[in-house]
């Protein structure tokens, strides 16, 4: 025998002789149920015989009806009339002109009988078969060879006729129900014999369906060509749970490799429908589960060039880098998206920081400078020169003292992320604050916070933060004037403060850059300051996980606004 074929050993009691048995059982059975039924066409031929009977009787009738004047209609019928025949007779206009009740059966308990005196005065023979053997007839009667009335009969076999035919029929139908039932035990016995052990395999394949590649298959016992079946499905059980084990980890490592991918990976078609993606790459898909408009013409260039790169590619606000290559094994082609937006911003940001600090920096540097200069070149020894340009030293380093302060502060917020924030008490810090700068003569301050204010934040971030706002509405507010300070809740839980002021307002065109670093507004260049204090703010509400914000009109006054989240459940009190 050749290597690799196998040897396939002869069963004596196989599958194919399990469906031999069956079909002959099968047919033996349906050949019995056919000679029971066909022999049922004797009592049907026995009933349309008694029909046609009833038929030809009042035929017979209504032509007798015909040949005799109008007034021997009574005796005519009295002379046919017998058990189980009751006839009436009605008039061309269709009116009853013979007694209603016949043999004891009234006219209006006959089915359908208007409708035949109707269908015979149009010169049609009615027939019609009730339940129970009754039969229905309407004949027309003519006269002088035109309709003149119709006769409606109602026949009923005798009751020996019916006893006899029921009896046939009952017998017949017993013989068919019993085979039926028969032929059912059979074939459920022979089927279940058949199919029991390939419904355990069926199981068995419903769970390597569904992945479940750990138990072994039920069903492969015996010696037939079921056991073939079993032990073929059982080899590809094991084969499967390998290699389905191998692609897992394989998928599991892609997986993670690509979901922390900061970059969107994504495989699309070249009319945008996308086969796969990251989390990174949701922004780029639409609802309709196609890549942007932006993304398909460069899909369409890289499905011809093979490979396109883009560094500037826009897309509303924001600046992407896009590599797509195509992947001729998927007819299908691999993007790979880069936002660059926070990298630009951000180079910028640090190119603007540098300069801003570099320009702060020089003024004090070039005073300590020249009045160094100064006192070397002999101012030492007068004591008036000597004091002032020691003032102005002093002053110099002081400012360049907080402007590093300042600088430390912003770096440390850059540096540090949200979270390490808890419940607190708003009311008490914001009474805290208020109390912490003291207002400058001819301004009143007034104070609005209920109680419970309960939000997520840091207490000492919020303290400074309220600080520096208050402190600001204080410069910015010529006396007499109004500072209020309000916290409020909100109707999802959140805590909004705001600082009020009569001052002199913003501009328009500034209050988007109010909080950008360095910046102090085109009103504010004689003030005191680096221009640092609200982008730190902004820092640290950013670390509590809030929201900070300003809402003003030139002249009128500003309102700068603090958003803390909803307090998270706590174990420990609120302190």
């Given at each position: 025998m050749a290597t690799g074929q196998r040897s396939v050993r002869r069963r004596p009691f196989g599958v194919r002789l399990y469906l031999a048995f069956a079909f002959a059982a099968v047919a033996?059975?349906?050949?019995?149920?056919?000679?029971?039924?066909v022999g049922d066409t004797g009592n049907q031929g026995a009933g349309q015989r008694l029909?046609?009977?009833?038929?030809?009787?009042?035929?017979?009738?209504a032509d007798a009806i015909g040949n005799r004047p109008p007034q021997q209609t009574e005796a005519t019928l009295s002379g046919v009339i017998e058990e189980g025949y009751s006839a009436w007779v009605f008039d061309d206009r269709g009116r009853l002109t013979t007694s209603p009740t016949a043999e004891g059966i009234n006219l209006l308990d006959v089915p359908n009988a208007r409708r035949a005196a109707q269908s015979s005065l149009i010169g049609s023979r009615y027939v019609d078969e009730l339940p129970g053997g009754a039969t229905v007839v309407g004949i027309p009667i003519f006269r002088e060879g035109r309709i003149a009335g119709a006769l409606v009969a109602r026949s009923v076999p005798a009751p020996e006729v019916r006893q006899a035919i029921e009896a046939g029929r009952g017998d017949r139908l017993a013989a068919v129900g019993i085979a039926v039932l028969v032929a059912l035990v059979v074939s459920f016995l022979i089927a279940s014999a058949i199919t029991s052990r390939i419904k355990r395999l069926a199981v068995s394949a419903a769970r390597l369906s569904e992945g479940d590649l750990d138990e072994p298959l039920e069903g492969t016992g015996g010696r037939d060509e079921i056991t073939d079946l079993g032990r073929a499905l059982e080899t590809m059980r094991?084969?499967?749970?390998?290699?389905?084990?191998?692609?897992?980890?394989?998928?599991?490592?892609?997986?993670?490799?690509?979901?922390?991918q900061s970059d969107a990976v994504m495989v699309a078609k070249t009319d945008g429908e996308v086969r796969f993606s990251n989390a990174s790459a949701r922004p780029l898909i639409g609802e309709d589960g196609r890549a942007i408009p932006q993304l398909i013409p460069w899909?369409?260039?890289?499905?011809?060039r093979a490979v396109v790169e883009n560094d500037a590619l826009r897309v509303g606000e924001r600046l992407y880098s896009l590599n797509a290559r195509r992947l001729p094994a998927e007819d299908a082609l691999l993007a790979v998206v880069r936002d660059r937006t926070e990298e630009i911003r951000r180079a910028a940001a640090e190119r603007e920081f540098v300069s801003n600090a570099a320009h702060e920096l020089r003024n004090p540097i070039a005073g300590i400078s020249g009045a160094v200069e100064v006192l070397r070149a002999g101012a030492k020894d007068d004591l008036d020169a000597r004091e002032?340009?020691?003032?102005?030293?002093?002053?110099?380093?002081?400012?360049?003292?907080?402007?590093?302060e300042s600088l430390l502060t912003l770096a440390r917020m850059e540096a540090v992320g949200a979270g390490g924030t808890e419940a607190l008490d708003v009311a008490l810090v914001v009474e805290e604050?208020?109390?912490?700068?003291?207002p400058p003569e001819g301004i009143e301050v007034e104070l609005e916070?209920?109680?419970?204010?309960?939000?997520?934040?840091?207490?000492?971030?919020?303290?400074?933060?309220?600080?520096?706002?208050?402190?600001?509405?204080?410069?910015?507010?010529?006396?007499?004037?109004?500072?209020?300070?309000?916290?409020?809740?909100?109707?999802?839980?959140?805590?909004r403060i705001e600082v009020v002021d009569t001052g002199t307002g913003i501009a328009s065109e500034e209050i988007g850059r109010i909080f950008e670093r360095f910046y102090r507004g085109s009103g504010s260049l004689q003030q005191e300051g680096f221009g640092l204090g609200l982008s730190i703010a902004r820092r640290m509400v950013d670390v509590m996980g809030g929201e900070i914000g300003v809402e003003s009109a030139e002249g009128e006054g500003s309102t700068f606004w603090v958003r803390l989240r909803a307090a998270q459940p706590a174990t420990t009190p609120v302190a």
């Open positions: 033996l059975i349906t050949a019995g149920i056919a000679y029971l039924v029909t046609e009977l009833a038929v030809g009787r009042t035929v017979g009738l094991g084969a499967l749970r390998r290699t389905f084990g191998a692609l897992r980890e394989e998928r599991d490592r892609l997986s993670a490799i690509l979901e922390a899909l369409r260039r890289a499905s011809r002032h340009f020691l003032s102005r030293l002093s002053e110099d380093a002081e400012r360049i003292s907080r402007l590093t604050s208020t109390e912490a700068v003291a916070a209920g109680d419970d204010l309960v939000a997520q934040g840091d207490r000492a971030l919020l303290r400074q933060v309220l600080i520096g706002l208050i402190t600001n509405a204080f410069k910015n507010t010529p006396p007499p004037g109004e500072v209020r300070i309000r916290a409020r809740p909100e109707p999802d839980g959140a805590v």
